[in-house]
């Protein structure tokens, strides 16, 4: 999908669909949902700037015990903004969100996010 703000609730919505259907539940369906939008939105804000929006990318699949979710770019990459538009929380809430975060450059020069959630006995079914 491209990288604009209408992308944020589509992209956060078909990996809590695929999620859900996985069997995670709440809380942690939860977690992953506000994880997703924070990397999503991070790709909205930064990846492009002063460009016009290219594609994020969101993949997410199950390894073993674990959720993975990919959150990928074609932009700029990492780096520091000094005229960031948001508070600077994103990468720190994703962090200590998931139970392990990998950021590295996507194959094409952006940013890569990788998220891992360690799946644990459901508490409630899915909304």
Known sequence: MAAVPASVPA????????????G????LLSAV??????????AVLHAYVGLRPGPVSV??????????IEVSDD??????????????????FIADTADALDISSSPRGGAQLLMTFELHPAAQPCA
Do not use: F
């Open 11 to 22: 992209l956060r919505s078909d990996v809590a669909d695929y999620a859900c259907a996985a």
């Open 24 to 27: 995670v539940r709440e809380p």
């Open 33 to 42: 949902k506000l994880a997703v939008s924070e990397a999503v939105t991070n």
């Open 59 to 68: 993949a997410a699949w199950l390894q073993d015990d674990r959720l993975l």
């Open 75 to 92: 932009g700029a990459g990492m780096m520091p903004r000094l005229d960031s538009p948001g508070l600077g929380v994103g990468l720190p």
